[in-house]
């Protein structure tokens, strides 16, 4: 005799889940603009960074400015995905911000600062997508 058990999800629990998806949607977005303009700041001035001239990850500053002016449109744009919860957005956005990181990492000698408050905000962002199951989302929705 098999018996199936239905899940019910305090109301409490479901708000923690829209408003964590809330949090990484919004979060994502002000994370892309700003990469946006670092990488427009970077295109247009290259003195604006520090050069470090021994850096195994030696890329042209305005490549690099290239590379974070592309990563953070395609994060704004995967954060709009983000304020429909589409599951799509969700698993683009850990992907997006994982790739964020890493740019963020490999650019720590020309903007160090910038460059490690950017990579916490992508691990808040990346925590924030994966903690909230698909169900809890769907279901704040209804």
Known sequence: MATTATHQRS??????????TVFA????????????????????NDDV?????NYVFKFDLTSWGWIH??????AVI???GLFTTAT?????????A????????LSVPYYPFWSLTLIAM?????????????????????
């Open 122 to 142: 992508f691990g808040f962002i990346i925590w924030a997508l994966c903690v909230v199951r698909r169900d809890d989302v769907t279901d704040q929705r209804m």
């Open 25 to 44: 949607a919004v979060m994502l977005f002000i994370s892309g603009f700003l990469d946006i303009f670092r990488g427009i700041m970077a295109i247009a």
């Open 11 to 20: 109301p409490g629990t479901l708000a923690a889940a829209a408003g964590l």
């Open 78 to 80: 995967v954060s709009l």
């Open 49 to 53: 960074f520090v050069n470090t001239p």
């Open 98 to 105: 994982s790739l964020l990181i890493v740019a963020n990492f």
């Open 69 to 74: 002016l592309a990563l953070g449109a395609v």
């Open 88 to 96: 799509w957005a969700r698993v683009a956005g850990v992907g997006i």
